[in-house]
Structure formats: C-alpha cells, structure tokens
C-alpha cells in the first residue's frame, strides 16, 4: 500500500513537472515568435505536446509539432528521452491532426521539433535547448 503511495506521489510530481516545463517551453517559444495553436493534443495514434506555428527564414511559415522533455539537470540525456518509437507517435498525431483541423498538406510546410527544459533548483535558472527532429 505504501509502495502504491510513494509511486503515485513520484508520477504526480513528475507529472507537475512536465507540466510546468510545457508551460515554461510555451513562453519561451512565444519569445521566439511561434503561436501556439494547441497544447497537449491526444490521440489513439500519439500525442504532441506543442502544436505552434513557427516561421523558419526559407520556408516561411511552418506548422510545428513540438515534444518538450523537462529536468532538474543538464545531463544530455533529455534528447535521447525522444527516441524513434515516440518520434513515430508524435508523427501519427501530427497526421491526425492535419486531418481533423483540414490543413491543407500541399500547402502547409510541417516540422517536427524537441525542447529540452532544464530547470537548476538550486538558482531557479531555466534553460533550454531546441532540436528539428527527423521528418520520417
């Protein structure tokens, strides 16, 4: 019984965590001129954490799908956290998404992207790091 508690305070924690690292990844791709256009999309096929329009110097405009992976330290291993089983899922949910919300492919350029949120308890420094992930 105990074991079950201290289980569900962790994943409650780690859960509270997440959250706050998306919200923190949200700002933070508003300072850099996304518009964010959903959060936390679910679907049986993935789920995407940030779904934002960017704009990208050659392509203009781009419809962002966005995993963001939060930690209380830099160990590099946040970016290894998104591995091609759950860059597969997020693909999935991006297609779905296109499809319920009628973007028009032929049209619309897609980008698929990871933030990592650091946040330093000791200082309450929050950093972040931002990859392009593979299209397919």
């Given at each position: ?64 799908f966005i995993e963001?992976?939060?930690r209380t330290r ?6 290894y956290a998104t ?54």
């Amino acid at each position: 019984q105990i074991k079950n508690f201290a289980s569900t305070v962790a994943k409650t924690q780690k859960r509270a965590l997440g959250d706050w690292g998306e919200e923190q990844a949200s700002l933070f791709l508003v300072r850099q001129g996304y518009e964010i256009i959903e959060r936390n999309f679910v679907t049986r096929r993935g789920d995407v954490d940030i779904i934002a329009w960017g704009n990208d110097p050659r392509l203009g405009r781009v419809l962002c799908f966005i995993e963001v992976k939060t930690r209380t330290r830099d160990d590099g291993f946040e970016e290894y956290a998104t591995n091609w089983e759950k860059i597969q899922r997020i693909h999935r949910a991006a297609e779905y998404y296109c499809y319920v919300r009628n973007v028009t492919l032929d049209e619309t350029f897609i980008r698929f992207e990871h933030i990592s949120v650091y946040a330093n308890r000791e200082n309450g420094a929050v950093s972040f790091k931002k990859y392009i992930l593979p299209a397919y």
